[in-house]
């Protein structure tokens, strides 16, 4: 009877029963910072955190972030799993992720499930954030955002795995001028030029993808630019990158044009 009782007591029920557990879903207003810097979007959803599923609420997830500290900044990185219109990514979160959030529905729920069971995660360490940049024809261009010792020790090397032409043009006109006027001159400009490129290499990067129209779009955690590529081509099939070659227009056989214009309307009076 007394468990009866007790199962039958709507108090006690609500009291005892476990706390939801599900995929939780961006909301458009209480986006963080640091989710709009990573280009986090509206109805994206929460899938894991540094490879572990995470199912849970909100005040869950702030505990996950509790030991964050501002003063090892470069030492703290979570790597955070969204879901996206059916493609899975990750980005890195050197501060904790904010946001609000909806709950998602069961039909969602399910799918991303199924899709989780088949990812793979490399060592958390191994993964950086990628930039990706694409102007309006789909034309795309990326870089990591990790510092690169290259463009502190060899700036005109660095500049020119970038592409970045026209700053190589100044720089190289700066080294000739110094080091035709004096050698002691060309070693304090280079000097002054490699700390220069090494504290704004990423600003650096930026403003070129901008001068060449081209707008910033995602941000993709990744252990490679190629694995990054790959997730950019699952979010939009239509990007371009540099060197890659756009499918030519697929050609209709004499069948297939018949087809055609039979299902097209007849215009005759």
Same mark, same amino acid.
Request: aromatic share 12%; glycine share 4%; proline share 6%.
């Given at each position: !009877?007394?468990?009866?009782?007790?199962? =039958?007591? *709507?108090?006690?029920? /609500?009291?005892?029963?476990?706390?939801?557990?599900?995929?939780?879903?961006?909301?458009?207003?209480?986006?963080?910072?640091?989710?709009?810097?990573?280009?986090?979007?509206?109805?994206?959803? +929460?899938?894991?955190?540094?490879?572990?599923?995470? =199912?849970?609420?909100?005040?869950? =997830?702030?505990?996950?972030? /509790?030991?964050?500290?501002?003063?090892?900044?470069?030492?703290?990185?979570?790597? $955070?799993?969204?879901?996206?219109?059916? @493609?899975?990514?990750? @980005?890195?979160?050197?501060?904790?992720?904010?946001?609000?959030?909806?709950? @998602?529905?069961?039909e969602e729920a399910i799918e991303v499930s199924e899709g989780f069971k088949n990812l793979q995660f490399e060592p958390i360490e191994t993964y950086q954030n990628f930039e990706v940049f694409r102007d309006l024809r789909k034309n795309a261009a990326m870089h990591p955002t990790a510092q690169d *010792?290259?463009?502190?020790?060899?700036? =005109?090397?660095? !500049?020119?795995?970038?592409?970045?032409?026209? *700053?190589? +043009?100044?720089?190289?006109?700066?080294?000739? $001028?110094?080091?035709?006027?004096?050698?002691?001159?060309?070693?304090?400009?280079?000097? +002054? @030029?490699?700390?220069?490129?090494?504290?704004?290499?990423?600003?650096?990067?930026?403003?070129?993808?901008?001068?060449? /129209?081209?707008?910033?779009? !995602?941000?993709?955690?990744?252990?490679?630019?190629? /694995?990054?590529?790959?997730?950019?081509?699952?979010?939009?099939?239509?990007?371009?990158?540099?060197?890659?070659?756009?499918?030519? *227009?697929?050609?209709?056989?004499?069948?297939?044009?018949?087809? !055609?214009?039979?299902?097209?309307?007849?215009?005759?009076?």
């Amino acid at each position: !009877m007394a468990l009866e009782d007790e199962q =039958l007591d *709507p108090q006690v029920s /609500e009291a005892e029963a476990p706390p939801i557990r599900q995929f939780l879903k961006v909301q458009k207003q209480g986006i963080g910072r640091a989710a709009v810097a990573q280009r986090i979007k509206e109805n994206d959803i +929460l899938v894991a955190i540094d490879g572990e599923l995470f =199912l849970g609420d909100k005040e869950t =997830l702030k505990a996950v972030f /509790e030991d964050y500290d501002p003063t090892m900044l470069d030492d703290v990185a979570w790597l $955070v799993t969204f879901w996206r219109d059916g @493609v899975f990514f990750n @980005v890195c979160f050197k501060t904790p992720f904010r946001a609000d959030f909806d709950f @998602v529905s069961p039909e969602e729920a399910i799918e991303v499930s199924e899709g989780f069971k088949n990812l793979q995660f490399e060592p958390i360490e191994t993964y950086q954030n990628f930039e990706v940049f694409r102007d309006l024809r789909k034309n795309a261009a990326m870089h990591p955002t990790a510092q690169d *010792p290259l463009a502190t020790y060899a700036p =005109l090397l660095w !500049m020119l795995g970038n592409r970045l032409y026209y *700053p190589m +043009l100044a720089i190289t006109i700066v080294y000739c $001028v110094t080091a035709v006027t004096h050698i002691l001159l060309f070693i304090i400009g280079y000097i +002054l @030029v490699s700390l220069y490129v090494k504290r704004a290499q990423l600003n650096l990067l930026r403003s070129y993808h901008l001068f060449e /129209e081209k707008f910033f779009w !995602m941000v993709i955690g990744a252990t490679s630019e190629t /694995e990054a590529r790959k997730t950019c081509l699952a979010l939009d099939p239509k990007i371009l990158f540099r060197f890659d070659k756009a499918e030519p *227009p697929q050609k209709l056989n004499r069948i297939q044009r018949k087809a !055609m214009r039979e299902k097209q309307p007849s215009t005759d009076p």
